[in-house]
């Protein structure tokens, strides 16, 4: 497998290499050389494929031989041992449950697989490999689960002072061993600057083996195109083909997997970009001008993003040509409010409890079948469990939450992080003392 830099597509690497490199020195992103389109005997068959069977082709064809097959098999098992059920709410609006990992979170795709990738390609006599992550909100959670106790691995976590739930930051601070977390007094969009930064630093970079473990890195995105696969086999059991995907986006990672397996050949009608207040893609699709700004607190603070990294990756895509994007993409924005009033909505109608960034998906496919009729199938993500969010809700919600026994649990343990303001030479001055 081959990729280029979206700065630069001149410039090629080797998956090892995007995996270890995580972002090229260009500040652009890697993507792959060729998208393969899967074959068609595969898709028309697709329902009678589990998903690791489904996760192992899809990567296959991505990784070509990067991997070795019963290698990538084996990881692939080993990474990806939880479901992601499509659970019906009517008959033409299905929820797609990416909570059943172990952080309870969506990113348990991405960080597992990530971390069974580089400790693939990890070896013994080689440096030590420093991985940074910065989060909004579950990302953290499902890095740490997934790196926790892989040998040769050190991984620092910035999050939002303030910004982040109580449970997604007990799941950030009381792993200890090879995790390490930073309370950083500022916004995501500054954590995820001190990372960008650290990466495009010459004597860091001199000292240090450093990575990425948020979506910036490719092996974080492969491994979140399987459940998209995974649920048109699922609806496919059940006769529904035309799908509209509602996807929750703050960093666009997700929604950028979805792209990428339409590229591959996944029948989609139509994806949803649905966003809080932090709208730079909607306000794009509006207006043609892409243009970022502060990122703002919200009850969906795994979205609280405003200058989204992965967005460059889609349009990479689809060369940059607005009217295709805008023709896959439809985007709608809401505020806290409408998000609450989502959330009672939802419990009122389906007797279903949907976390801040699953009630906005849903509002977002209600709000296009307002403006597109049609006997399509409308299929939100749901991408964290609504344990990780209790002062969201109102009590008689609130009350009817199951706490998983993992949560329970980290109440038990003692809290640990370092404080640090926004400025990239107190981070430069961490790293550099490891």
């Known amino acids: 497998m081959k990729l280029y830099s979206t700065n630069n597509h001149n410039l090629k690497v080797d998956f090892a290499t995007a995996v270890f490199n995580s972002m090229p020195l260009d500040k652009g992103l890697y993507m792959p050389v060729s998208i393969p389109e899967l ?3 595969f898709i028309s068959n697709i329902e009678k494929y589990t998903l690791p ?39 033409h609006t ?44 579950d990302t953290g959670g499902a890095v740490a689960l997934g790196f926790l106790g892989v040998p040769h691995t050190r991984v620092t976590i910035l999050y939002p002072k303030g910004k982040v739930s109580d ?14 977390a930073i309370e950083v007094n500022g916004t995501f969009d500054d954590c995820q600057a001190l990372v960008k930064q650290a990466f495009a630093d010459e004597q860091l970079n001199g000292k240090l083996r450093l990575t990425s473990a948020n979506s910036i890195n490719i092996s974080r995105l492969i491994p979140q195109t399987f459940y998209y696969f995974n649920a048109y086999a699922q609806l ?18 997700n929604i950028a997997a979805g792209l990428l397996a339409y590229k591959m050949g996944l029948p989609v009608k139509q994806f949803i970009a649905a966003t809080n207040v932090n709208d730079t893609v909607p306000r794009f699709l509006e207006t043609g001008v892409y243009e970022t700004k502060p990122s703002v607190q919200t009850y969906a603070n795994a979205m609280d993003v405003g200058a989204p990294s992965n967005w460059v990756r889609i349009m990479d895509l689809f060369s940059s040509d607005f009217k295709a994007i805008s023709n ?10 409408e998000t609450l009033a989502g959330i009672k909505a939802i419990y009122s109608r389906f007797d279903y409890i949907a976390c801040p960034h699953t009630a906005i ?26 344990c990780k969010f ?45």
């Open 94 to 137: 299905y929820v797609l449950e990416l909570f059943h990992g172990p952080s309870l979170a969506f990113k348990d795709f991405g960080a597992r697989f990530m971390s069974r990738v580089m400790a693939y390609f990890l070896k013994d006599n080689e440096k030590i490999l420093d991985v940074l992550v910065a989060t909004s909100g």
């Open 39 to 41: 074959d068609q005997e």
């Open 328 to 337: 896959i993409i439809a985007s709608y924005r809401f505020t806290d409010e």
């Open 167 to 180: 449970i997604q930051e007990l799941q950030l601070c009381t792993n200890g061993q090879n995790i390490h």
């Open 361 to 386: 998906a849903w509002l977002a496919l209600e709000k296009y079948r307002l403006e597109n009729e049609g006997g399509y199938t409308g299929v939100f993500s749901s991408t964290a469990h609504a």
């Open 53 to 91: 069977e489904i996760a192992f082709k899809v990567a296959s064809a991505l990784l070509q031989d990067a991997i070795p097959a019963g290698d990538l098999k084996s990881l692939i098992d080993d990474a990806i041992n939880f479901d992601a059920p499509v659970v019906a709410l009517n008959d």
């Open 236 to 253: 496919k059991r059940q006769g529904k083909t035309e799908l509209v995907f509602s996807v929750p986006s703050g960093n666009f990672g």
């Open 390 to 434: 209790p002062d969201v809700f109102p009590e008689e919600i609130k009350d009817k939450i199951e706490i998983p026994a993992q949560v329970g649990e980290l109440f038990n343990k003692e809290k640990h992080s370092t404080k640090m303001d926004t400025g990239f030479e107190s981070f430069k001055a961490y790293l550099n003392n490891y």
